[in-house]
């Protein structure tokens, strides 16, 4: 861990992406600290002070029912990160599952199980979760399922190829001999083998499922109102420009900052820990 931390604080790029996600991060957890206006976040109207442009105590502004917009941008973090973190713990395990499973059992099953994995991977992203949210009622939990419907065969596919790499090594052929079970040599032999690679690709894709949250809430299908979301916020603000730009800017610099902010990080960690393989 020690090594991990010297290494990318020595490395300009990923010391800006963990300066970033920091930032993030500890903006989502100490919102109700750091805001100026927290009660903002809910459904509340200020038409005295509607569309301003950045100005003290609003620094981003504030948008078109008087709300503060940096108290809303903060917060939207905080769903957005939270979103993040839920989707890759329910798809991660599914997908690592199923390809363990597949790569190491082989025959029908692995035949089985690739198949649905392909045609997961066959349909875009964006369009599988369109769909499924297009049957759902958009909330957030719905919004959750819709992203791990789509994310869960990535991982499949990672380990799978992982999986098949190992299957002739010489200490899975030793476990067998010695009688350990199936899932003995899946999940306790092989499966320490993927973690770099798994470790790395969830922390790209904390990424890109925020992007991909935001975009269908940029749709109307994601995070509904008065919930701060960013993909929402740019939706709205994108219909007033250029003149209130900062209903647009903002939302959409956060979105920047977190995407660039996680796959700084995640290019560092797969040149350091592909290294140590």
């Not at 599914?94 to 790569?103: D, P, R």
């Not at 799978?160 to 306790?188: D, N, P, Q, W």
């Not at 969830?202 to 991909?212: H, N, S």
């Amino acid at each position: 861990m020690k090594k991990t931390l010297l290494i990318l604080t020595r490395n300009p790029l990923s010391l800006l992406g963990l300066i970033l996600v920091t930032i993030i991060v500890l903006a989502a957890i100490f919102a109700d600290f750091i805001t100026p206006f927290p009660e903002h976040v809910g459904a509340v109207v200020d038409f005295t002070n509607f569309n301003q442009p950045p100005h003290w105590p609003n620094i981003f502004g504030t948008d078109l029912v008087g709300r503060d917009l940096f108290t809303r941008v903060v917060y939207a973090y905080r769903v957005s990160l939270i979103l993040a973190a839920v989707v890759l713990i329910i798809a991660v395990p599914i997908g690592v599952s199923i390809g363990l499973t597949a790569g190491y059992l082989g025959g029908w099953t692995e035949y089985g199980l690739m198949r649905i994995t392909d045609i997961f991977l066959s349909i875009p992203p964006l369009v599988l979760a369109m769909s499924i949210m297009g049957l759902l009622e958009p909330t957030l939990t719905n919004g959750m399922i819709a992203v791990t419907a789509m994310w869960w065969p990535w991982y499949t596919r990672l380990v799978y190829s992982i999986t098949r790499s190992e299957r002739e090594e010489g200490y899975l052929l030793a476990a067998e001999v010695i009688g350990a079970s199936k899932l003995h040599i899946m999940f306790r032999e092989i499966l320490p083998n993927c973690v770099p690679s798994i470790v790395t690709k969830m922390t790209l894709d904390f990424g890109f499922v925020i992007l991909i949250a935001s975009s269908l809430s940029f749709l109307g299908l994601g995070v509904q109102p008065p919930t701060p979301d960013l993909g929402s916020m740019v939706a709205d603000g994108a219909k007033y420009l250029p003149d209130s730009w900062w209903l647009t800017v903002f939302p959409g610099l956060a979105i920047l900052f977190a995407v660039f902010g996680f796959n700084l990080i995640g290019d560092a960690l797969r040149e350091i820990l592909g290294g140590d393989q």
